[in-house]
């Protein structure tokens, strides 16, 4: 694969996770590996897989959806 192509899929990949945890979209390309981090660090700090996740932020608002 291309660098280009796996920059748009981790750029695509990064705007979807901060639309799950109802985040602004929209930044800077720049910023994409450091919110890629960020993100991975929110997931795994979390203990719970991302089926249970999508359950809890689905039904419940904002805030309970950050307490977990």
Partial sequence: MSTEKV????FLKVKEK???Y????SFPIEAT???SKLINLID???G???SEQMR???GDSLSNALKH
């Fill in 18 to 20: 901060l639309d799950y």
């Fill in 44 to 46: 795994s700090s979390s």
């Fill in 56 to 58: 809890v932020v689905g």
């Fill in 33 to 35: 590996h450091l919110l």
């Fill in 7 to 10: 920059s748009q899929q981790l």
């Fill in 22 to 25: 109802c985040l602004p979209t």
């Fill in 48 to 50: 719970k897989s991302e």
